[in-house]
């Protein structure tokens, strides 16, 4: 697939972007270039290849989940203004 100048003009336009004939001229060669790139990619045999989920092995090395901190709720709650049954308790905000 490729493009002419009409076409750029086209998407200049949809995109709102006013090009001058040269920057026309270097869009048209840039995307012509990627569009080239993607057929490249696209004529490469595929048949009989698994769908990778990324490029490299990836391993993600896992913790146990276990408890590393001791519980200080308490202590944090002794300085909060007003607490009850576990809860902080905090001023209205919406009426």
Request: aromatic share 4%; glycine share 6%.
């Amino acid at each position: 697939m490729s493009l002419n100048l009409e076409e750029i003009g086209r998407i200049a336009k949809l995109a709102r972007l006013e090009l001058s004939a040269a920057e026309a001229e270097t869009t048209l060669n840039q995307l012509n270039g990627i569009f080239g790139f993607i057929e490249q990619l696209q004529a490469v045999n595929t048949d009989g290849i698994e769908p990778m989920a990324h490029a490299v092995d990836v391993v993600q090395r896992l913790r146990p989940d276990t408890v590393t901190e001791t519980d200080r709720r308490e202590a944090f709650q002794a300085v909060a203004p007003e607490t009850e049954a576990g809860l902080y308790l905090v001023p209205r905000v919406v009426e």
